[in-house]
C-alpha cells in the first residue's frame, strides 16, 4: 500500500511538471502571435496609415509620426520619432512636399533592413500653379489622398512593399489590396453619378485641399488659405472670394479642423452661407476611416450643390 502510494504521489508530481510546462509553451506562443510577428511599420502621417491598415489589417502594427490634431504641414519629427523608424520594417511617406524632413530623417538613424515606400509614386499628379509655392514646396499639389483613384495607387505602393517584407503572407495582403480597391471604386461610381448630375460644380473651402477630389468628379474648388496651408488671407483675397461666392451661388462655406476655421466663418457671414466641416484626412478626426470620411465629404459637397 505505501509503496503504491508513493507511485501515486510521483506520477502527480510528473504530471503537474508536464502541465505546467505546456502552459508555460502555450503563453510564450500567444504572446509572440499577438506582438512580435507583426510587420513593424512606420507611417508619416494619417491617410497612409488608413491605407496600410486596409491592406495588412492584423499582421502589421502601424505607428503614425504626427499625431493627432497636429497640422502635418508645419510637423517635424523628435528623437522619439527617429527611434520609432530604428525598429521598423516599412516607412511609408507620402512626398510632393508633404514631409520634408524625410531625407535629413532618413539619413540620420542606422536601419539596414528599413523598406521605404513613396506612396505617390506612380500617380497622376497636378502641377502647383503659383510660383511662391513652387519654390516652397515643390511643384505638385500633394494631397493625392483626396483623391479615390490616387488612394488606390498609395495603397498598391504600400501593399508592394508588404509583399516584398511579408512574403509568405503574399496572398493575403493582394486580397485586402483588392477589397480595399473595389471599395474605392464602388464609392467613385456612386458619386460620379450624383456628381455629374448637378449643374452646379464649385464649392469653397478653408484648405485648398481637394484638387485631386476636384478632377476625380469635374468640381472646382476656391479657398481661404493654399495648397500648403500657409495661414490667414490678404484682405484682398477675401474680397475676390466673397465676389466668387456671389457669383457662383455658393450657399456653404466648408471649414477644415486645422486651417483656419475663424476666417471661414466670417466669409460665410459675409456672403449668407452656412458653415460645414469638411475631412483633409491629415489627421485622424471624429473617429471617422478613411473611407466613412471620404463618403461624408462627397456627400456634404452634393448636398451643398444640389
Ligand atoms: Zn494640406
Redesign the pocket.
Known sequence: MKKFITLLLMTAIVLSTLVGCSTNEKEKSTISSDKGDKIKVVVSFNPLREFAMAVGKDKIQVVTMVPEGV???DFEPKVKDLLELTEAKVFVYNGLG?ENWVDKSLSSIDNKNLNVVDASKGSNLIKNTSEDVIKEHGQYD??IWLSLQEAKVEAKNIKDALVKVDEKNKDYYEKNYEEFSKSLDSLYTEYKSKLGSLQNKSFVTG???FAYLCRDFGLNQQSVEG???EGEPTAAKLKELVEYAKNNNVKTIFVEELASPKVSETLANEVNAKVQKIY?I?SKEDSKTYMDAMRENLDNIYNSLK
Open positions: 497640422e502635418p504641414h508633404m500633394p494631397h484648405h485648398a485641399a495648397v500648403f496651408a483633409t491629415e
